[in-house]
């Protein structure tokens, strides 16, 4: 919060004239459906980015309108259906850190769907900094959002921020970690199948390997996870060793993390390689395509390619074009529809919004490997 009150009521001025243009002139966010799900750029606006405005979009993340019926309802991917709002409700999405692709993808979602029904979109970046998540939601309570959706990776913080939200009767939302307020309050929960998540690319990257007829002497599995962001991540790393060990019990396992960097993935790979005898082969697991991409880099430029394997974590569209490559030693990437996840939250905010249907308790990610055989079934070329 501004310690300075001639300042906060400047601030808030300026945030309702932005909303009432109806644009989004903050050079850090994106528009919606620009197909840059590889960005990584500075990540969000900090204070407001307007996306409502009432456009319709009907490119293939939804977006075609039906007003056949009462109030109408927008479609949305995978035959969701996300009712016209009674009003454009303010709504702020907050995502955990703005430099990562997954969450640059959320954030599309969230974009198109509230450009698709007008709802006022504010998108707020946390950076992983427990400072900034409680600067953020200070200024939407100042702001009188209608809705919080929180997206923190950091459960700890999450009751502090539950209870700000609770007592100034705002309702909320949450994407990742469960946010319970110190009275009871629990938000409901967009809810990543983590543990799942890295088991199963994992267990699928060292069956091919096993398939290939590489032996668990062999074998060294290359864990890099993100543990710098707290509990989904670690819970997702542990899922991955699992995976690999449900195929191999006595793999020899080695565990790192990118930071978040896919420059640090690529040095820590090629420094680990380095040390890798010849005749090993190393299976690797990433948490997300960015960072697979450059463990393929240090792989290739160590010229190691023909004893290596990788799978991905967090599919975005950037990886289609590489498991589609002739002879890629990418064996996976978990899809979780990340842009569909604004659309399924945004059809419960709006109902509840418009005439209080209580919004589900859990509301389950979906999940899918997609392969270098699947890939053009779900993603055609």
Not at 107 to 135: Q, R, Y
Not at 214 to 232: C, K, R
Not at 290 to 309: C, F
Not at 320 to 343: C, H, K, N, Y
Request: overall charge negative.
């Amino acid at each position: 919060m501004k310690k300075i009150l001639c300042i906060a009521m400047t601030l808030i001025l300026a945030l309702s004239l932005l909303a009432a243009c109806g644009g989004n002139d903050t050079p850090d966010t994106p528009p919606a459906n620009t197909g840059d799900s590889g960005n990584t750029g500075s990540g969000g606006s900090d204070a407001g980015s307007s996306s409502g405005g009432g456009q319709t979009d009907t490119g293939s993340s939804g977006g075609q309108t039906d007003t056949s019926s009462g109030g109408g309802f927008v479609d949305g991917p995978g035959g969701i259906k996300v009712p016209m709002p009674n009003e454009p409700y303010r709504v702020v999405f907050t995502m955990f850190n703005g430099l990562n692709p997954v969450a640059r993808e959320i954030e599309m979602g969230f974009i198109a769907v509230s450009e698709a029904t007008g709802i006022d979109l504010w998108v707020m970046d946390n950076e992983l900094d427990p400072i900034k998540m409680n600067s953020n939601v200070d200024m939407a309570i100042t702001a009188g959002v209608d809705f919080y959706v929180l997206y923190t990776n950091d459960q700890e913080s999450n009751p502090q921020l539950m209870d700000k939200l609770v007592g100034a009767g705002i309702p909320a939302g949450t994407i990742g970690t469960a946010a319970i307020a110190t009275t009871g309050e629990e938000a409901p929960f967009l809810q990543l199948p983590n543990y799942d998540l890295g088991f199963l690319g994992a267990a699928s990257a060292m069956q091919v390997a096993k398939d290939k007829g590489w032996t668990e002497d062999q074998i060294v599995f290359f864990s890099m996870g993100f543990l710098e962001a707290g509990g989904p991540f670690i819970t997702r790393t542990q899922g991955a060793e699992a995976g690999a060990r449900s195929i191999f019990p006595g793999v020899d396992y080695h565990e790192t993390s990118s930071t978040g960097s896919a420059e640090v993935a690529f040095q820590r790979t090629a420094d680990f390689l380095m040390t890798l005898p010849a005749g090993k082969k190393l299976v690797g697991w990433t948490h997300s395509d960015d960072v697979t991409a450059s463990l393929l880099a240090a792989i290739r430029q160590a010229g190691r390619e023909d004893d290596a394997l990788l799978v991905s974590g967090g599919f975005t569209a950037s990886m289609a074009g590489m498991l589609r490559e002739p002879g890629t030693i990418i064996v996976g990437s978990i899809d979780l529809s990340f842009q569909a996840w604004g659309w399924d939250m945004m059809q419960h905010i709006i109902a509840y919004l418009n005439d209080g249907t209580p919004m589900p308790a859990i509301i389950p990610a979906p999940m899918k490997l997609l392969t270098p055989a699947n890939i053009n079934d779900f993603y055609p070329e």
